[in-house]
């Protein structure tokens, strides 16, 4: 199976902040990697796929890179709506599997 | 638009039954694999179960194989999960998921079932 170990698993940001998080691999999953970000009581909405291709309607100031077994989300901007949980999932190859996640606070 | 509507969830104790159904509509259905995904209380996301476009491959977390079943009928929308041998650490919010189409990317999530095992 393949591992997926994400971090932070907690960030602490002001608005206007540009935050990273990272997700590794334990092999390479080529660029079978998405991005979804989750609310409290919410289900997950995806915002990147491929590593990179933002999905429609999702602000610009998100951005995703990487390939292989590192990846990299990256909000250029911090606005109020961003504060949320993000997590990471490969799929190379079943099973599927989620990063731990990353909570972005509020500083 | 995209619906994916769950229900079946409940409070069970260990040991026991449930099944889980999630309602597709506004896609083509029959084109699509779906997915079940559950997220325990607190935690992060845990992918359990998937099932191709027709439903001849399906595929589950080693965490649930041989206890949990997923189906789905293309003539009436619908995807199923049938657990059985219920667990405490089975107790989640359990949400049903599209995958996108030629991949197992998931690209869209009901709102989720919680299912608790209790006695």
């Known amino acids: 199976d393949i591992q997926m170990t994400q971090s932070p698993s907690t960030l602490s940001a002001s608005v206007g902040d540009r935050v990273t998080i990272t997700c590794r691999a334990s092999r390479s999953i080529s660029s079978w990697l998405a991005w979804y970000q989750q609310k409290p009581g919410k289900a997950p909405k995806l915002l990147i796929s491929?590593?990179?291709s933002l999905e429609s309607g999702v602000p610009s100031s998100f951005s995703g890179s990487g390939s292989g077994t590192e990846f990299t989300l990256t909000v250029s901007s911090l606005q109020p709506d961003d504060f949320a949980t993000y997590y990471c999932?490969?799929?190379?190859?079943?099973?599927?599997?989620f990063g731990g996640g990353t909570k972005v606070e509020i500083k | 638009e995209v619906q994916l509507l769950e229900s079946g969830g409940g409070l069970v104790q260990p040991g026991e039954s449930l099944r889980l159904s999630c309602a597709a509509s506004g896609f083509t259905f029959t084109n699509y694999a779906m997915r079940w995904v559950r997220q325990a209380p607190g935690k992060g996301l845990e992918w359990v179960s998937a099932i191709s476009a027709s439903g001849s491959a399906t595929y589950y977390a080693d965490s649930v194989k041989g206890r949990f079943t997923i189906a789905r009928d293309n003539s009436k929308n619908t995807v199923d999960l049938h657990m059985t041998s219920l667990r405490a650490e089975d107790t989640a919010v359990y949400y049903c998921?599209?995958?996108?189409?030629?991949?197992?990317?998931?690209?869209?999530w009901g709102q989720g079932t919680l299912v608790t095992v209790s006695s």
């Open positions: 998921a599209k995958a996108a189409l030629n991949y197992a990317l998931i690209d869209f």
């Open positions: 491929k590593a990179s």
């Open positions: 999932l490969q799929y190379n190859s079943y099973p599927l599997t």
